[in-house]
């Protein structure tokens, strides 16, 4: 999900359109019907009851058998057209999609940040008038939108390309980090923030982990939960909480800035390597897994919360955007087939990332496969599908025979950041012992070497002593 959720809406044919095309299209066969277009305010009268908004451009992504409304409260709902019995004209308001640029104000004795966009819009202005949202990238529009940010810092921002999360791949991890070392060794710059979405955000706070060490400044990945066009938003705070952190924190580390709880009392620092995004739809959807955040942030400070490198005045950054995309996670279950592992190796791949259960398990029905995939040159690698905790394989049979085929045991690394890494390694070397000794070297907190007492912490909710500890916990 992008940090504004949807891109712009593009507007509708013109409703003179042929009358065919609106029958082949129910969503317009309707609106014909009652002489309704796109920005009349409108009351509609459905099976469900009455509903009252504004008729809103259908994006992209949105099927023809709904008509999409914003609500007064500011939330989108779409109206199926078999409901409907009867749609009342009561006004319009048109959209225009284009935010006033203010010049973003110059501070010589301001931090200097710059704002990398990866898709999506980075930030948002709802137009309550039209209950158009108005997408905003440039720092003038951003000013517009998010004044707050001018009293943070001085801000530029580029637009390194256009996809969603779950587009970004090697092509853009190259670029990223390629055009990270040139802002860090050619300009004056005291942080970096990625606006990135949020659904592959921690895969690539990872590989950025391994391709950019010993980085002297912040680099901040954010996103959004929420689009702006909603109430609920987290955008904007999210937004402010990573160019604080990128401008005025002494953290040189690569992060993950989100909101904290679900409520907006304040955001988490989260280690690259160590967050995973947990829920589809929660603001605090991403969580430090077998460790803790780096530190709290607020609009105006931040709390550590554990040791972390610290910035330096030097610009003595290391780049490799080494990567081989020849690389899997297999998420392994009951029965899993040996031909699963046999289709890996007939196609050419030179890495596998098991996501194995317990202390890291697969069946014995897969061994052969494996050790055929070993002698091939393929580097296997085991995590756990428990997320938590580490992997220990000689502490059952089952455990020690895929050690002796050549399985390697990467500790507690998550296996997105395992996934990663193996890319990673593997497009520097594709000698198994190098390979072997490549990923079980801690590079970025990738593996930790116990877990903090607190590094593990799931409530069940429905228990008398958690609901007692949620009573007094402020929501």
């Excluded at 459905?46 to 058998?65: C, H, N, Q, W």
């Excluded at 008038?129 to 009293?151: H, I, K, M, N, R």
């Excluded at 780096?294 to 955007?321: C, G, H, Q, S």
């Excluded at 990567?323 to 050419?348: A, E």
């Amino acid at each position: 999900m992008e940090l504004t959720s949807h891109p712009p809406h593009v507007k509708q044919p013109a409703m003179s359109e042929d009358i065919h095309q609106g029958y082949r299209d129910p969503g317009l066969a309707v609106l014909k019907k009652y002489d309704i277009a796109v920005w009349d305010r409108v009351e509609i009268e459905t099976t469900k009851g009455l509903f009252t908004g504004l008729i809103l451009p259908r994006s992209k992504t949105e099927d023809a058998e709904h008509i999409v409304i914003k609500m007064p409260s500011g939330y989108n709902t779409g109206v199926h057209v078999e409901s409907i019995t009867k749609i009342k004209r009561i006004g319009r308001r048109e959209g225009h999609y284009s935010i006033p640029e203010k010049e973003f104000p110059y501070d010589k004795r301001k931090k200097n940040v710059t704002l990398l966009g990866t898709g999506g819009t980075i930030a948002s202005r709802l137009d309550y008038t039209t209950g158009a949202v108005v997408p905003a990238f440039s720092p003038g529009e951003l000013y517009g939108a998010v004044p707050e940010l001018a009293d943070i810092c001085n801000l530029t921002t580029t637009k390194l390309f256009g996809v969603f999360s779950e587009n970004m791949g090697p092509e853009q991890y190259v670029v990223l980090a390629k055009e990270i070392e040139r802002l860090i060794r050619e300009e004056d710059i005291d942080g970096i923030v990625i606006g990135h979405g949020t659904d592959t955000m921690h895969h690539t706070g990872s590989v950025l982990s391994y391709m950019i060490q010993n980085t002297p400044i912040p680099i901040v990945l954010v996103g959004s939960q929420r689009s702006s066009d909603r109430p609920s938003s987290d955008a904007a705070r999210n937004l402010i909480n990573a160019v604080y952190t990128a401008a005025h924190s002494d953290i040189a580390e690569i992060m993950v800035c989100m909101f904290g709880p679900t409520s907006d009392d304040y955001g988490l620092l989260h280690v690259g390597t160590r967050v995973r995004k947990m829920h589809s739809s929660y603001r605090s959807t991403f969580r430090t897994l077998s460790d803790v955040p780096i530190a709290m942030v607020w609009p105006d400070r931040y709390v550590p919360l554990r040791e972390y490198k610290k910035r330096r005045k030097d610009k003595d950054v290391i780049v490799n955007p080494a990567y081989d995309d020849r690389v899997t996670i297999l998420y392994y279950y009951p029965g899993m087939k040996p031909d699963v592992i046999d289709s890996l190796i007939d196609n050419g791949y030179r890495g596998i990332v098991i996501a194995g259960t317990g202390l890291g398990h697969v069946n014995s029905a897969l061994n052969k496969s494996l050790k055929r995939a070993v002698d091939k040159g393929i580097t296997v690698v085991m995590t756990v599908q428990t997320l938590w905790g580490y992997v220990h394989m000689n502490v059952y049979d089952v455990g020690r025979y895929l050690l002796e085929l050549g399985v390697i045991p990467c500790e507690n690394m998550l296996p997105e950041a395992a996934y990663m890494k193996l890319c990673w390694v593997l497009g520097q070397t594709q000698d198994q012992k190098e390979a072997k000794e490549m990923m079980l070297k801690t590079i970025a907190h990738e593996i930790t070497e116990r877990e903090p007492h607190n590094g593990y912490l799931v409530y069940q909710g429905g228990i008398p002593e958690v609901e007692k500890f949620l009573s007094t916990y402020k929501k």
